[in-house]
T-cell receptor, first 116, second 113 residues
Framework: DGGITQSPKYLFRKEGQNVTLSCEQN?????MYWYRQDPGQGLRLIYY???????QKGDIAEGYSVSREKKESFPLTVTSAQKNPTAFYLC???????????????FGDGTRLSIL | AQSVSQHNHHVILSEAASLELGCNYS??????LFWYVQYPGQHLQLLLK??????LVKGIKGFEAEFIKSKFSFNLRKPSVQWSDTAEYFC???????????FGTGTRLQVTL
């Protein structure tokens, strides 16, 4: 079945450590997104990528980095510079159709990151 | 910058009660509007979407939403809720060439038997 796979489901980070969250999709979607979900704050956009080898900062990119070397993959690294990384991280992808495409975004199951 | 407001943070209803969840957005141009639902332990799923045309949009599981441009609103409704509707509901707008989503803070719906 086509879909978005995020791994791991749970991740623990020590102080000063970088961790990488995986996001893979087999939907052949060009665009991919990373969101952070905190209680009472909804989802906030961290980074997005509309095409391979290109990505843009979202609203809360500080302390995070991404890469988009393959269409299927959009890993997110939470760096030690992110002072409050404990959150639920959601990856999404969007169907193709051009820059003004009204295709909805499809979401993965998420990764819950906690600080040890 | 765009913003989306969901004024009901936590709603508790009995089964068979009617539901209306409020959503207001700030963007004055053309917007695409969505309601997503997150059931406990599950991923975010699309309930319904509005792009253009009939302002009354029907989604899955008996949900509907009405786009009222003059009020910048896109409220979600269901005539009779079920216990299985217990979930968190997010309103979102999509704008721009990158089709970025801006989410509201979410409304947690609890349906009691």
């Amino acid at each position: 079945d086509g879909g978005i796979t995020q791994s791991p489901k749970y991740l623990f980070r020590k102080e000063g450590q970088n961790v990488t969250l995986s996001c893979e999709q087999n939907l052949n979607h060009d665009a991919m997104y990373w969101y952070r979900q905190d209680p009472g704050q909804g989802l906030r956009l961290i980074y997005y990528s509309q095409i391979v080898n290109d990505f843009q900062k979202g609203d809360i990119a500080e302390g995070y980095s991404v890469s988009r070397e393959k269409k299927e993959s959009f890993p997110l690294t939470v760096t030690s510079a992110q002072k409050n990384p404990t959150a639920f991280y959601l990856c999404a992808s969007r169907g193709n159709g051009g820059p003004y495409s009204n295709q909805p975004q499809h979401f993965g199951d998420g990764t819950r990151l906690s600080i040890l | 910058a765009q913003s989306v407001s969901q004024h009901n943070h936590h709603v508790i209803l009995s089964e068979a009660a009617s539901l209306e969840l409020g959503c207001n957005y700030s963007y004055g141009g053309t917007v695409n509007l969505f309601w997503y639902v997150q059931y406990p332990g599950q991923h975010l799923q699309l309930l319904l979407k509005y792009f253009s045309g009939d302002p009354l949009v029907k989604g899955i599981k008996g949900f509907e939403a009405e786009f009222i441009k003059s009020k910048f609103s896109f409220n979600l409704r269901k005539p009779s809720v079920q216990w299985s509707d217990t979930a968190e509901y997010f309103c979102a707008t999509m704008t721009g060439t990158a089709s970025k989503l801006t989410f509201g803070t979410g409304t947690r719906l609890q349906v009691t038997l």
